[in-house]
């Protein structure tokens, strides 16, 4: 069975820009969730969707969004790019609730 | 507040040598627990699990927990620590009542001598 799938896996952008990350869940998981990883926040809940509709939401500005389609696949977008917005974004997909989550490798975003 | 904690940001133990990271969670209920381990520049690896049951639990590379209610703790340990241990673990919980957001700590980095 796939993990699951994170693209691109390094993006590099300037302040202002916008940019679109996306995630394949493993087959079967209808919950993708979404984190950001720094040094010096760790790891912060960013939000879950399940089935199309998002679930969770952690305490993000509003330039950051997402959604998810009806095949579970997810993407997440940040406008308006900040020099802070520099991370490592995790994605996590699970069956449900109370289920382990599986995350994928990451893509590492870098803000010029 | 409702928080997980990992007392210890960074651990040294030599090879061969035990090891036991903790963690304590403050909930009202009993959630579920999880530890995962990362290492540089990948994602987070599940490497054991606590939904109910037996309070001691095994995961994979050698590793267990035990989960503790009167003191809302579930450390991980591993008898004999190999050199590639070496990386980021993290206790996370998840709230039956909130769906599948999960809650981790601030993570405890592993280092180990050789």
């Known amino acids: 069975k796939a993990g699951v799938t994170q693209t691109p896996r390094y993006l590099i952008k300037t302040r202002g820009q916008q940019v679109t990350l996306s995630c394949s869940p493993i087959?079967?998981?209808?919950?993708v969730s979404w984190y950001q990883q720094t040094p010096g926040q760790g790891l912060q809940f960013l939000f879950e969707?399940?089935?199309?509709?998002?679930?969770n939401k952690g305490n993000f500005p509003g330039r950051f969004s997402g959604r998810q389609f009806s095949n579970s696949r997810s993407e997440m977008n940040v406008s308006t790019l900040e020099l802070g917005d520099s991370a490592l974004y995790l994605c996590?997909?699970?069956?449900?609730?109370?289920?382990?989550?599986?995350f994928g490798d990451g893509t590492r975003l870098s803000i010029l | 507040a409702q928080s997980v904690t990992q007392p210890d940001i960074h651990i040294t133990v030599s090879e061969g040598a035990s090891l036991e990271l903790r963690c304590n969670y403050s909930?009202?209920?009993?959630?579920?627990l999880f530890w995962y381990v990362q290492s540089p520049g990948q994602g987070l690896q599940l490497l054991l699990k606590?939904?109910?049951?037996?309070?001691l639990v095994q995961g994979i590379k050698g590793f267990e927990a035990e989960f503790k209610r009167s003191q809302s703790s579930f450390n991980l340990r591993k008898p004999s620590v190999h050199w590639s241990d070496a990386a980021e673990y993290f206790c996370?919980?998840?709230?039956?009542?909130?769906?599948?957001?999960?809650?981790f700590g601030t993570g405890t980095s592993l280092t180990v001598i050789p």
């Open positions: 606590y939904f109910s049951g037996d309070t």
């Open positions: 969707y399940f089935s199309e509709t998002q679930r």
């Open positions: 996590a997909s699970s069956p449900g609730p109370g289920q382990p989550q599986h």
């Open positions: 996370a919980v998840s709230l039956a009542d909130t769906g599948n957001q999960f809650y």
């Open positions: 909930y009202g209920a009993t959630p579920y």
């Open positions: 087959s079967g998981h209808r919950s």
